[in-house]
Protein backbone atom coordinates (compact mmCIF):
# COMPACT_ATOMS: atom_id res chain seq x y z
CA UNK A 1 0.00 0.00 0.00
CA UNK A 2 2.53 2.54 0.85
CA UNK A 3 3.83 2.24 -2.91
CA UNK A 4 0.99 3.57 -3.91
CA UNK A 5 0.43 5.82 -1.96
CA UNK A 6 3.65 7.23 -2.93
CA UNK A 7 3.07 7.42 -6.14
CA UNK A 8 4.84 10.34 -8.21
CA UNK A 9 2.24 13.50 -7.70
CA UNK A 10 1.55 16.62 -10.07
CA UNK A 11 2.74 19.88 -8.75
CA UNK A 12 -0.74 20.38 -8.96
CA UNK A 13 -1.89 17.78 -6.59
CA UNK A 14 0.98 18.84 -4.23
CA UNK A 15 -0.36 22.55 -4.28
CA UNK A 16 -4.21 20.88 -3.32
CA UNK A 17 -2.82 18.43 -0.32
CA UNK A 18 -0.94 21.54 0.78
CA UNK A 19 -4.24 24.09 1.14
CA UNK A 20 -6.16 20.72 2.47
CA UNK A 21 -3.63 20.35 5.13
CA UNK A 22 -1.23 23.03 6.15
CA UNK A 23 -3.85 25.81 5.10
CA UNK A 24 -6.89 24.29 6.29
CA UNK A 25 -5.07 24.71 10.31
CA UNK A 26 -4.46 28.06 9.23
CA UNK A 27 -8.07 28.90 8.24
CA UNK A 28 -8.57 27.23 11.50
CA UNK A 29 -6.12 29.04 13.31
CA UNK A 30 -7.69 32.46 11.88
CA UNK A 31 -11.20 31.59 12.59
CA UNK A 32 -10.98 32.79 15.64
CA UNK A 33 -10.56 35.98 15.02
CA UNK A 34 -12.89 36.25 12.33
CA UNK A 35 -16.15 34.73 11.19
CA UNK A 36 -14.68 34.63 7.43
CA UNK A 37 -12.13 32.47 7.87
CA UNK A 38 -14.70 29.67 9.37
CA UNK A 39 -16.72 30.49 6.19
CA UNK A 40 -13.57 29.14 3.83
CA UNK A 41 -12.60 26.85 6.28
CA UNK A 42 -16.07 24.74 5.28
CA UNK A 43 -15.02 25.58 1.53
CA UNK A 44 -11.37 24.01 1.90
CA UNK A 45 -13.57 21.13 3.33
CA UNK A 46 -15.81 20.79 0.17
CA UNK A 47 -13.16 21.29 -2.02
CA UNK A 48 -11.43 18.12 -0.22
CA UNK A 49 -13.80 16.06 -2.01
CA UNK A 50 -12.22 16.90 -5.15
CA UNK A 51 -8.89 15.92 -3.92
CA UNK A 52 -10.24 12.75 -2.38
CA UNK A 53 -11.26 11.49 -5.43
CA UNK A 54 -7.99 11.80 -6.85
CA UNK A 55 -6.42 10.19 -3.39
CA UNK A 56 -9.03 7.39 -2.87
CA UNK A 57 -7.51 4.58 -5.88
CA UNK A 58 -4.25 4.70 -3.91
CA UNK A 59 -5.73 2.92 -0.83
CA UNK A 60 -6.90 0.06 -3.12
CA UNK A 61 -5.34 -3.32 -4.12
CA UNK A 62 -5.87 -4.28 -7.59
CA UNK A 63 -5.60 -7.97 -6.40
CA UNK A 64 -8.49 -7.68 -4.56
CA UNK A 65 -11.96 -8.84 -5.61
CA UNK A 66 -14.33 -5.33 -5.09
CA UNK A 67 -16.42 -5.97 -2.12
CA UNK A 68 -20.66 -6.64 -2.62
CA UNK A 69 -22.63 -3.89 -0.67
CA UNK A 70 -23.92 -6.23 1.76
CA UNK A 71 -19.76 -6.34 2.16
CA UNK A 72 -19.52 -2.90 2.39
CA UNK A 73 -22.11 -2.41 4.94
CA UNK A 74 -20.96 -4.76 7.47
CA UNK A 75 -17.31 -3.27 7.12
CA UNK A 76 -19.48 0.07 7.91
CA UNK A 77 -21.42 -1.51 10.70
CA UNK A 78 -17.87 -3.04 12.04
CA UNK A 79 -15.97 0.44 11.26
CA UNK A 80 -18.32 2.25 13.39
CA UNK A 81 -18.86 0.01 16.61
CA UNK A 82 -14.98 0.08 16.72
CA UNK A 83 -15.54 3.46 16.30
CA UNK A 84 -18.04 3.84 18.88
CA UNK A 85 -15.89 1.27 21.83
CA UNK A 86 -13.10 3.23 21.39
CA UNK A 87 -14.51 6.83 21.13
CA UNK A 88 -16.14 5.52 24.85
CA UNK A 89 -13.41 3.85 26.13
CA UNK A 90 -11.44 7.04 25.01
CA UNK A 91 -14.31 9.61 27.27
CA UNK A 92 -14.27 8.00 29.96
CA UNK A 93 -10.52 8.30 30.30
CA UNK A 94 -10.56 11.80 29.21
CA UNK A 95 -13.13 12.71 32.27
CA UNK A 96 -10.95 11.01 35.01
CA UNK A 97 -7.12 11.77 33.79
CA UNK A 98 -8.53 15.53 31.85
CA UNK A 99 -11.08 16.63 34.51
CA UNK A 100 -10.61 20.53 33.54
CA UNK A 101 -11.31 19.86 29.25
CA UNK A 102 -14.10 17.55 30.57
CA UNK A 103 -15.75 19.72 32.74
CA UNK A 104 -14.97 22.71 29.63
CA UNK A 105 -16.58 20.59 27.12
CA UNK A 106 -19.34 19.51 28.90
CA UNK A 107 -20.08 23.74 29.62
CA UNK A 108 -19.73 23.82 26.24
CA UNK A 109 -21.79 21.57 24.82
CA UNK A 110 -24.72 22.86 27.33
CA UNK A 111 -24.20 26.58 26.80
CA UNK A 112 -23.56 25.84 22.87
CA UNK A 113 -27.19 24.33 22.49
CA UNK A 114 -29.39 25.91 24.97
CA UNK A 115 -29.82 29.61 23.21
CA UNK A 116 -31.68 32.09 24.89
CA UNK A 117 -33.33 34.31 22.80
CA UNK A 118 -35.51 37.72 24.37
CA UNK A 119 -37.97 39.91 23.14
CA UNK A 120 -37.33 43.61 22.74
CA UNK A 121 -37.49 44.76 26.09
CA UNK A 122 -35.52 42.02 27.18
CA UNK A 123 -37.21 40.66 29.89
CA UNK A 124 -38.30 37.30 29.02
CA UNK A 125 -37.76 34.53 26.92
CA UNK A 126 -39.73 34.16 22.97
CA UNK A 127 -40.71 30.83 23.02
CA UNK A 128 -40.65 30.92 18.71
CA UNK A 129 -37.98 32.90 18.39
CA UNK A 130 -35.86 30.56 20.85
CA UNK A 131 -37.11 27.95 18.72
CA UNK A 132 -36.29 28.73 15.21
CA UNK A 133 -32.71 29.72 17.21
CA UNK A 134 -32.28 25.57 17.98
CA UNK A 135 -32.98 24.69 14.60
CA UNK A 136 -31.01 26.85 13.08
CA UNK A 137 -28.19 26.08 15.28
CA UNK A 138 -29.06 22.33 14.64
CA UNK A 139 -29.38 22.52 11.02
CA UNK A 140 -26.24 24.30 10.74
CA UNK A 141 -24.14 21.45 13.52
CA UNK A 142 -25.66 19.05 10.89
CA UNK A 143 -23.54 20.49 7.62
CA UNK A 144 -20.70 21.04 9.80
CA UNK A 145 -21.20 17.62 10.69
CA UNK A 146 -21.41 15.98 7.38
CA UNK A 147 -18.24 18.52 6.39
CA UNK A 148 -16.00 16.87 9.46
CA UNK A 149 -16.19 13.34 7.54
CA UNK A 150 -14.07 15.14 4.57
CA UNK A 151 -11.36 15.25 7.59
CA UNK A 152 -11.02 11.57 6.50
CA UNK A 153 -9.78 13.20 3.11
CA UNK A 154 -7.44 15.27 5.50
CA UNK A 155 -6.16 12.61 7.06
CA UNK A 156 -5.49 10.93 4.00
CA UNK A 157 -3.62 13.97 2.60
CA UNK A 158 -1.26 14.55 5.00
CA UNK A 159 -0.42 10.76 5.29
CA UNK A 160 0.21 10.84 1.64
CA UNK A 161 2.34 13.73 2.06
CA UNK A 162 4.73 12.39 5.12
CA UNK A 163 5.27 8.91 3.82
CA UNK A 164 6.20 10.97 0.40
CA UNK A 165 8.55 12.69 2.98
CA UNK A 166 9.97 10.21 4.55
CA UNK A 167 10.71 8.27 1.59
CA UNK A 168 12.67 11.09 0.27
CA UNK A 169 14.57 11.56 4.01
CA UNK A 170 14.96 7.86 4.50
CA UNK A 171 15.36 6.34 0.46
CA UNK A 172 17.77 3.43 2.14
CA UNK A 173 15.70 2.17 4.63
CA UNK A 174 12.76 2.19 2.58
CA UNK A 175 14.59 0.35 0.05
CA UNK A 176 14.72 -2.00 1.95
CA UNK A 177 11.31 -2.52 1.90
CA UNK A 178 10.26 -2.30 5.70
CA UNK A 179 7.70 0.70 5.49
CA UNK A 180 5.07 -0.32 7.93
CA UNK A 181 7.20 2.11 10.54
CA UNK A 182 6.83 4.42 8.64
CA UNK A 183 2.84 4.04 7.71
CA UNK A 184 2.71 4.05 11.81
CA UNK A 185 4.57 7.14 11.90
CA UNK A 186 2.66 9.09 9.36
CA UNK A 187 -0.23 8.23 11.17
CA UNK A 188 0.80 8.60 14.10
CA UNK A 189 2.21 12.55 13.25
CA UNK A 190 -1.05 13.06 11.61
CA UNK A 191 -3.24 12.15 14.71
CA UNK A 192 -1.47 14.59 16.85
CA UNK A 193 -1.89 17.37 14.66
CA UNK A 194 -5.71 16.25 14.09
CA UNK A 195 -5.88 16.81 17.99
CA UNK A 196 -3.85 19.99 18.28
CA UNK A 197 -6.12 21.51 14.99
CA UNK A 198 -9.17 20.82 17.73
CA UNK A 199 -7.43 23.41 19.96
CA UNK A 200 -6.63 26.00 16.98
CA UNK A 201 -9.94 28.24 16.36
CA UNK A 202 -10.31 28.83 20.72
CA UNK A 203 -8.43 30.04 23.22
CA UNK A 204 -8.01 27.72 26.32
CA UNK A 205 -5.83 26.84 29.39
CA UNK A 206 -3.18 24.39 28.98
CA UNK A 207 -4.82 21.94 31.00
CA UNK A 208 -8.40 22.30 28.67
CA UNK A 209 -5.89 22.65 25.66
CA UNK A 210 -3.53 19.43 26.94
CA UNK A 211 -6.80 17.66 27.42
CA UNK A 212 -8.33 17.97 24.28
CA UNK A 213 -4.82 17.42 21.82
CA UNK A 214 -4.85 14.35 23.70
CA UNK A 215 -8.58 13.01 23.76
CA UNK A 216 -8.62 14.23 19.37
CA UNK A 217 -5.43 12.59 18.82
CA UNK A 218 -6.84 9.43 20.51
CA UNK A 219 -10.05 9.85 18.10
CA UNK A 220 -8.00 10.51 15.03
CA UNK A 221 -5.74 7.43 15.32
CA UNK A 222 -8.89 5.02 15.92
CA UNK A 223 -10.16 7.08 12.32
CA UNK A 224 -6.55 6.28 10.57
CA UNK A 225 -6.37 2.29 11.59
CA UNK A 226 -10.13 2.67 10.16
CA UNK A 227 -8.65 4.35 6.92
CA UNK A 228 -5.77 1.80 6.80
CA UNK A 229 -8.26 -1.42 7.80
CA UNK A 230 -10.94 -0.53 4.96
CA UNK A 231 -8.63 0.71 2.35
CA UNK A 232 -11.91 2.97 1.71
CA UNK A 233 -11.78 6.62 1.84
CA UNK A 234 -15.15 7.14 1.83
CA UNK A 235 -16.71 4.60 3.94
CA UNK A 236 -14.15 6.64 6.48
CA UNK A 237 -16.03 9.55 5.48
CA UNK A 238 -19.89 7.84 5.72
CA UNK A 239 -18.34 6.75 9.85
CA UNK A 240 -16.99 9.98 11.01
CA UNK A 241 -19.76 12.26 9.30
CA UNK A 242 -22.59 9.96 11.12
CA UNK A 243 -20.87 9.98 14.33
CA UNK A 244 -20.73 13.69 14.40
CA UNK A 245 -24.21 13.78 13.54
CA UNK A 246 -25.42 11.14 16.15
CA UNK A 247 -23.33 13.23 18.80
CA UNK A 248 -24.78 16.45 17.61
CA UNK A 249 -28.21 14.79 17.90
CA UNK A 250 -27.76 13.44 21.53
CA UNK A 251 -26.74 17.21 22.49
CA UNK A 252 -29.88 18.39 21.39
CA UNK A 253 -32.92 15.96 21.64
CA UNK A 254 -31.86 12.73 23.69
CA UNK A 255 -28.99 12.27 25.58
CA UNK A 256 -28.46 8.33 24.47
CA UNK A 257 -28.95 8.78 21.40
CA UNK A 258 -25.51 7.34 19.86
CA UNK A 259 -25.97 4.30 22.26
CA UNK A 260 -29.42 3.69 20.59
CA UNK A 261 -27.69 4.02 17.57
CA UNK A 262 -24.85 1.92 17.91
CA UNK A 263 -27.10 -0.80 19.82
CA UNK A 264 -29.39 -0.53 16.32
CA UNK A 265 -26.07 -0.74 14.99
CA UNK A 266 -25.09 -3.88 16.27
CA UNK A 267 -28.05 -5.56 15.34
CA UNK A 268 -27.78 -4.98 11.98
CA UNK A 269 -24.32 -5.71 12.22
CA UNK A 270 -25.14 -9.14 13.36
CA UNK A 271 -27.75 -9.81 11.12
CA UNK A 272 -25.45 -8.85 8.35
CA UNK A 273 -22.70 -11.30 9.47
CA UNK A 274 -24.68 -14.00 9.98
CA UNK A 275 -26.21 -13.40 5.98
CA UNK A 276 -22.49 -13.47 4.99
CA UNK A 277 -21.35 -16.38 6.37
CA UNK A 278 -24.61 -18.10 5.33
CA UNK A 279 -23.73 -17.14 1.83
CA UNK A 280 -20.34 -18.28 2.17
CA UNK A 281 -21.41 -21.95 3.20
CA UNK A 282 -23.57 -22.14 0.26
CA UNK A 283 -20.92 -21.22 -2.34
CA UNK A 284 -18.63 -23.55 -0.84
CA UNK A 285 -17.91 -26.06 -3.75
CA UNK A 286 -19.09 -29.69 -3.06
CA UNK A 287 -16.75 -32.25 -2.92
CA UNK A 288 -17.61 -34.89 -4.80
CA UNK A 289 -18.24 -38.48 -3.13
CA UNK A 290 -16.02 -41.49 -3.24
CA UNK A 291 -17.78 -43.61 -5.95
CA UNK A 292 -18.71 -46.87 -4.82
CA UNK A 293 -16.61 -50.15 -5.92
Same mark, same amino acid.
Given at each position: ?56 ? =? ?31 ? #? ?11 ? #?? /? ?19 ? +? ?12 ? /???? /? ?25 ? #? =?????? =? ?32 ? !? ?8 ? +??? !? ?16 ? /? ?15 ? +? ?32
Amino acid at each position: MTTSLTQPISKKMLLAILIITIGAEVDLYLSRYSYLAETLYNGIMVGSLFLGLKLSP =RLRDPLVIPKTKRQLSLQFTGAFLIFFLVSTVN #NFYSTIVFQDFSD #NY /DQYVQSYTDPQTYVDDGTSPN +FVSSFFDKVDTFGN /DLYS /DALAGLEEVWRLAYIVLILIIFKKIFP #N =RWNKGS =RDIFVMLALFISSILFGIDHTLDTEESWPVRVGA !IVTFANMGFT +FGL !ILLWTRNLWLAVIVHAVY /DIVTTTSWYFFDYAVEV +FAFVVLVLHIILFTIEKRKKKYDQPIESLPMAE
